[in-house]
């Protein structure tokens, strides 16, 4: 049997829970990340000053004075070693003699993250909100992140959209990708996919994946942008080298169709592989039908339904491959499901694990009980 379906892309935008990936299909371990990445510009290598050329008869004259460049940031250097109580009293010496407003973001994320001084988020807020009132972007962020989160104080969405907006107006690229999805929520304020395209092209353009995935998936669809799938292609493949997983998919089904680009299926199977590896149920699927039917790459009908078995762990459903799994003979389906196993075992045990959570999650402070919201 062989069949070599156009593949479909993934539907509409998936609007992320701010500041975390989505958990529902993880095949692998997350790692576990910090509250928020603190940007630091480093100092420049300083370049030695050039020799003066000699004057004839003359010695050569002295070397023009050397121009002082930004000063080391000590303090953050010796947080990304990991030496966090000299970062601490470095960062206090900073804040207090130079009022320094990265010092005080920086310890802001100390005390935010319990790191060589005990977690205290009233203490970390304090400081976020001296750097944030001396114009630090990072600061901001990090307010908004804790007001969305009910940290350091109760939830308050109005407040981080505030915060959001402060610091995607001064170019803050994961500020503005998450003020973006909040005007593709439409829950907080009107539903406004120009804006939102705004917003994305500012952190597209300065390199951030996810929002180059999810401008991307405007111009495939043409919601607040024209539709042009050249240039949603053109986005995917940026997002994809800066190893965004869906981008991966969507540029992958755009070069095996050919669609918005020069058709490469070979490159379609590469891309599909890699996503897949990394718990991408899509790209399993997708890998699975090229590995079935030998087209982008050379036919493995065992690996094709160990791949089909994996995604359809995950949710994945495909009756063609459910169809091709059935007719392979008894050894080759077992040595299948042997391969398939540890990953659908992992499948399994992290799809348990979201439902306990889901259902030992505690009532938001500010929620609303429905009788009560019935009388509003």
Do not use: C
Request: proline share 6%; glycine share 8%.
């Amino acid at each position: 049997m062989r069949w070599i379906p156009a593949f479909a892309g993934m539907s509409g935008i998936v609007v992320l829970t701010l500041g975390l990936a989505a958990a529902a299909n993880a095949q692998e371990p997350p790692a576990r990340a910090r509250h928020v990445a603190v940007k630091h510009t480093p100092a420049p290598a300083r370049k030695p000053a050039p020799a003066a050329a000699a004057a004839p008869a003359q010695a050569q004259a002295a070397p023009p004075a050397q121009q002082k460049g930004p000063e080391p940031d000590l303090a953050f250097g010796a947080f990304q070693r990991g030496y966090y109580l000299t970062a601490f009293a470095l960062a206090t010496q900073h804040a207090t003699d130079k009022n320094d407003p990265k010092s005080m973001t920086l310890l802001g994320e100390l005390y935010a993250n319990g790191l060589g001084v005990p977690q205290d988020d009233q203490k970390a807020a304090e400081w976020y909100r001296l750097a944030a009132a001396r114009g630090d972007d990072n600061a901001m962020f990090a307010l908004a992140m804790f007001a969305l989160q009910g940290r350091a104080g109760p939830r308050d969405r109005q407040a981080g959209a505030k915060w959001l907006a402060a610091a995607a107006k001064l170019g803050h690229a994961i500020a503005a990708y998450d003020l973006a999805l909040l005007y593709i929520e439409g829950e907080l304020f009107p539903r406004d996919f120009a804006r939102a395209a705004d917003l994305l092209r500012q952190a597209a353009d300065a390199g951030n994946p996810q929002a180059q995935y999810a401008l991307g998936t405007l111009y495939k669809d043409g919601r607040g942008v024209p539709r042009d799938m050249k240039e949603a292609v053109h986005l995917f493949a940026l997002a994809a080298l800066g190893d965004q997983t869906d981008a991966e998919v969507e540029y992958g089904i755009a070069l095996f169709n050919g669609d918005g680009v020069e058709r490469n299926q070979e490159l379609a199977a590469e891309l599909f592989r890699k996503a897949a590896l990394k718990g991408n149920p899509i790209a399993q699927d997708r890998l699975a039908l090229i590995l079935a039917n030998g087209v982008g790459a050379k036919a493995d009908p065992i690996e094709a339904a160990k791949w089909h078995m994996i995604a359809k762990a995950a949710g994945e459903t495909d009756i063609g491959l459910d169809v091709f799994v059935s007719k392979l003979d008894a050894t080759a389906r077992a040595t299948a499901e042997k391969r398939a196993q540890p990953w659908v075992a992992f499948i399994k045990r992290a799809i348990a694990a979201k439902t306990a959570a889901q259902q030992q999650a505690p009532v938001p402070a500010n929620a609303v009980a429905p009788a009560e919201a019935a009388k509003k």
